[in-house]
């Protein structure tokens, strides 16, 4: 992908951000998230590609803009994306930190197609890469990053959603002295977040959705991190689309490369409420500011984007 897309995609998160952003804390998460799809998918018409979404929305009889096998782009070079037009849609209705807008984009067929299910999750940025692995216990996964970042493990700080399915996980990283921030909502965010030297977040670990985990690898794959994670099917509706994704075996180990088979691909997000590493949007009379990350794997490059939106344009954007 050209180089200069990277800035079109900034745009398309900025424009979901600043649209969303106008109903934070008014407990209208559906309105939020209706704004922030409806000005993505506009975003998306102005940008140089031929683009498939893979992961989106819903199926097609789900959603009515951006769903799952959905085209965008006004012609170029064909891709597949992955969205979450408001990851945290919870986080905005009450006001909370660590609400993002995010897409990731590789060249066709880069991105796991991954159904709408549970997945184990295990997220490590640069420093931890090769560490890991998900078949082993917590404690031995802890031990092993800690040593290879050179750290202690008091000094260790792991993120997961607190869930009643994590108390197990959050005893025994206790229990061996790691760290634990525990999240309502959202873990595309902190696996974004761990990417970066100083966000003070090292290790994502626990069960959320492998959508989120897929957004997650692309992250981690601009950066030179490290992922692994296994579906979690609970249906037998589940299992079957486990088989149509061509994964017989339920208990696979997916690695970073399973989940993100291309060494093109680009990330971006753009903080609607504040994060460890992202400003959130702050509105002002005749415009906004917003704070956006883009990373690109064929560069390593991790570009932020302190942005002043002054333009009547913006007029458009507010909630009706």
């Known amino acids: 992908m050209d180089r200069t897309l990277s800035l079109e995609f900034a745009r398309v998160v900025e424009a979901a951000a600043l649209r969303s952003g106008r109903l934070l804390g008014r407990g209208q998460k559906d309105a939020a998230d209706g704004l922030a799809v409806d000005a993505m998918r506009q ?3 102005s940008v140089r590609i031929s683009g498939t979404v893979v992961i989106g929305e819903g199926e097609i009889d789900e959603a009515p803009m951006l769903y799952i096998g959905e085209h965008v782009g006004a012609g170029g070079p064909e891709v597949d994306i992955a969205v979450d037009p408001i990851e945290g849609t919870n986080l905005i209705a009450k006001g909370q930190n660590g ?12 991105l796991l197609h991954a159904p709408d299910m549970y997945m184990e999750k295990l997220c490590v940025g640069p420093r931890g890469a090769g560490a890991i692995d998900i078949t082993k216990s917590l404690t031995e996964n802890i ?12 000094e260790i700080t792991l993120v997961m959603l607190d869930r009643e399915r994590h108390q197990g996980l959050m005893k025994e990283a206790r229990e061996v002295g790691a760290r634990i921030m525990l999240i309502s909502d959202g873990d595309v965010n902190p696996a974004m977040e761990c990417c970066i030297e100083g966000s003070g977040v090292h290790m994502v670990v626990g069960t959320g959705g492998a959508p989120e985990g897929v957004l997650a690898a692309a992250a981690l794959k601009c950066v030179g991190g490290d992922m692994q994670a296994r579906l979690k099917p609970e249906t037998d509706e589940e299992i079957r689309r486990c088989h149509e994704m061509g994964i017989t ?9 399973d989940l993100v088979r291309t060494d093109d691909v680009i990330f971006a997000a753009t903080a609607i409420t504040r994060g460890n590493l992202l400003n959130p949007i702050q509105y002002f ?8 990350i883009v990373m690109r794997s ?4 991790v570009r932020f984007l302190d942005t002043v939106h002054m333009d009547d344009k913006l007029k458009s954007l507010k909630a009706k």
Not at 143 to 154: G, L
Not at 298 to 301: F, N, S
């Open 298 to 301: 064929k560069t390593g490059t």
């Open 285 to 292: 009379p005749g415009g906004a500011r917003t704070h956006t």
């Open 249 to 257: 075996d339920v208990n696979q180990v997916l690695t970073l490369d």
């Open 143 to 154: 031990k092993n990053v800690a040593a290879k970042m050179e750290r202690s493990v008091e």
């Open 43 to 45: 975003a998306f018409d």
């Open 99 to 110: 609400a993002i807008a995010v897409m990731a984009i590789a060249e066709k067929g880069g």
